[in-house]
């Protein structure tokens, strides 16, 4: 029988090759010369930005998100954290990226799926979607529907097999 994975997948190399674009951009734009801001990557799906006011937080951010779309990074995979303020001014959020797919997501996708009545099975398994029927072009009505829906999350679909 025919099946294919639905998933959520970011390359990890990616993220970063953006990070060091911001990075770069920091380093030589005119409005942060002088200033304490800074973008850190702790682990491979969480950014820290951090700056001197709220001002200065809301210009790096811009640049960050503006890296992540030049890389094809999907923004919907971009979850933005709600900026802590100090009380001496300082600024600092985070940026998390989502990587597959969580109980909810995969809950809301397959119950949708049922919904439009196709003549397939759909089971989570380790944070992506199976997906088997009995017909290729079924799937593929499957993969249109998908694609035509917003989920609030980069959908991608892989292990096509007949």
Do not use: C, W, Y
Not at 5 to 10: A, P, T
Not at 37 to 44: D, F, G, S, T, V
Request: aromatic share 4%.
């Amino acid at each position: 029988m025919p099946t294919f994975d639905i998933v959520s997948e970011i390359e990890r190399m990616e993220i970063e090759n953006a990070v060091n674009q911001a990075r770069k951009e920091l380093a030589t734009r005119f409005d942060f010369k002088g200033s304490k801001a800074a973008i850190e990557q702790p682990k491979p799906e969480t950014i820290i930005l951090t700056a001197e006011d709220n001002n200065k937080l809301k210009g790096l951010r811009e640049i960050m998100i503006g890296k992540l779309a030049k890389r094809n990074i999907d923004l919907r995979n971009v979850d933005q954290k709600t900026p802590d303020i100090s009380p001496l001014g300082h600024a600092r959020q985070e940026l998390l990226i989502t990587q597959g797919l969580d109980g909810p997501k995969a809950k809301e996708i397959i119950t949708a799926i049922k919904g439009e009545k196709f003549k397939v099975q759909s089971s989570l398994l380790d944070r992506q979607i199976r997906v088997t029927g009995p017909k290729r072009d079924e799937l593929q009505d499957v993969i249109s529907f998908l694609r035509a829906g917003d989920f609030g999350i980069a959908l991608g679909f892989k292990n096509f097999r007949d």
